[in-house]
């Protein structure tokens, strides 16, 4: 694997990670609306929960990386 094949998967680890967590943002601000319903809140909860599951997993995997590295 090249440098910059690495730099491209670490861009995209990144970009995912950021996606993943603005989201979550997003939905949360959803959450707060006191106008919405209580299917919507558990679906939007759901896909937030989700959203921050993979966020952790793409953390997760960058510390596995960060400690082969130092190894």
């Known amino acids: 694997m ?3 094949t690495k730099n ?3 861009t995209k680890e990144t970009e995912g ?3 993943k967590l603005q989201n979550a943002k997003k939905i949360l601000e959803t ?3 006191p ?3 209580l299917s919507q809140s558990v679906k939007a ?3 937030g929960m989700s959203e921050l599951s993979e966020a ?3 953390l997760e995997d960058a ?3 960060i400690t082969e590295i130092k190894g």
Do not use: C
């Open 31 to 33: 959450l707060m609306n």
């Open 8 to 10: 491209l998967e670490f």
């Open 45 to 47: 909860y759901e896909k």
């Open 63 to 65: 510390q596995i990386k």
């Open 17 to 19: 990670f950021e996606s």
């Open 56 to 58: 952790q997993k793409i």
């Open 35 to 37: 106008d919405i319903t």
């Open 2 to 4: 090249t440098k910059e």
